[in-house]
Each structure stands twice: as C-alpha cells, then as structure tokens.
C-alpha cells in the first residue's frame, strides 16, 4: 500500500496568514493527489484534484502544487471559515490511501 | 445538483451485517463509479470500495473480503455489506461519487452527509 504522511499534524494560525500543508507519499505517485476540508460534523470536501486543479467553487486562495513524492497544499490568506482539518488522497493505485488529516485551528 | 444519502441500520452487534445503502439524486447514475468511505471517531479517512455499472468493483484489502458492494440502477442506490463485525467497525460510513479523468486520476467529488454505525451488544 502506498502510505501517505501529512504535516504537521496540527497548527495554529490567525487570519490572514499564509498556510502550508505538505503531504509526502512513500513512492512516486506522479500527481494523482487529491486535496480535502473536512469541518465538525460534515463530510469532507473537495479542494484540488490532480495535485494542482482547482474544484469549481472553490476560493482562489487554496493552491496545490508538487509531483513525485511531495506534495503541498497553500491557502494564502487565512480565512475564518477556513479553519478545518485538511487530508491528501492518493489515487495512483488501489488501496486509495488517505493521509491521517492536518487540523488548523484559531491562534 | 447530485445528492447523496446514506441510510441504514445503526446499531449493530459484534459478529453481525452490517448493511447500508446510499440513495443518489440530481444526476445520471449508471455512468459513474460510486464508492464507500469511513471515518472511525476521532480518527482519519478509510477507502472501503468502489464500483462501476459494468460491475466493476474493487475493494480495500484492510478488510479482508468482509466487504460487499453492489449496486441497484432501477432504484439509483448502490449498498455495502460488512460481515463479522467488531467494535473496530464502529466508525461514520460516508457515500460519494467518484469522478474519473482516465487512468489514476480521480476523486470523490459528491459525499453523503455520512451515518454512524456503532458495533455494539
């Protein structure tokens, strides 16, 4: 199975600040990496697919970029509905695996 | 807009089925692959399987062909069993469409609300 490591696991940050969360999987997966918000209580969300492709509707603040084995999601400028916990998929081959989430919470 | 719905038995004792299904609306059903997720409290995400009108499937090895998925298209539903049961089941089960680009390039683009299933006597 190819695993999937996210960090960190946890952060705090304000609104308005620039955000990164970087997925590493544990072999080359090209870009067959997805990007995920899951809030409280709801199911998670599309972001970005294909590593880098933003899902319609989604703000232009969220980024994804990498290739290979490293991968990072960006929000630019924090905002207050933003604060979520984050998971990367990979779906290079089956099992599709998740990473183990990365939750942003209020500084 | 597609809508998904998952429904089904939430109390469900150790050794036991346990059976869901999802209930999808808004869009064309028999052109998609449609797949299950869980979410065990507190933890992170579980691929469990997929499956295609064709029927197509593939499962998540993790759970040892206790898995079954199958699919209704006269009803737009398709339905997961999960055999021999343990409290380790115990998680919020989640529907979801899965869009397909060709080869691995795919994801889960349309998610049920998600229903708790606990494993308990």
């Known amino acids: 199975d190819i695993q999937v490591t996210q960090s960190p696991s946890s952060l705090s940050a304000s609104v308005g600040d620039r955000v990164t969360i970087t997925c590493r999987a544990s072999?080359?997966?090209?870009?067959?990496l997805n990007w995920y918000q899951q809030k409280p209580g709801k199911a998670p969300k599309l972001l970005i697919y294909?590593?880098?492709s933003l899902q319609s509707g989604v703000p232009s603040r969220f980024s994804g970029s990498g290739s290979g084995t490293d991968f990072t999601l960006t929000i630019s400028s924090l905002q207050p509905e933003d604060f979520a916990t984050y998971y990367c998929?990979?779906?290079?081959?089956?099992?599709?695996?998740f990473g183990g989430g990365t939750k942003v919470e209020i500084k | 807009q597609v809508q998904l719905q998952e429904s089904g038995s939430g109390l469900v004792k150790p050794s036991e089925t346990l059976s869901l299904t999802c209930t999808v609306s808004?869009?064309?059903?028999?052109?998609?692959?449609w797949s299950w997720i869980r979410q065990s409290p507190g933890k992170g995400l579980e691929w469990i399987a997929y499956?295609?009108?064709?029927?197509?499937?593939n499962y998540n090895p993790s759970l040892k062909s206790r898995a079954t998925i199958s699919m209704d298209t006269s009803k737009n539903q398709f339905s997961l069993q999960l055999s021999s049961v343990t409290a380790a089941d115990t998680a919020v089960y989640y529907c979801?469409?899965?869009?397909?680009?060709?080869?691995?390039?795919?994801?889960?683009?349309?998610w049920g609300q998600g229903t708790l299933v606990t494993v308990s006597s």
């Open positions: 979801a469409r899965v869009m397909l680009h060709g080869g691995p390039l795919y994801y889960f683009d349309y």
């Open positions: 808004g869009g064309s059903f028999s052109s998609w692959y």
């Open positions: 499956i295609y009108n064709s029927g197509s499937t």
């Open positions: 072999q080359r997966i090209s870009n067959y």
């Open positions: 294909a590593a880098s």
């Open positions: 998929q990979q779906t290079y081959s089956t099992p599709l695996t």
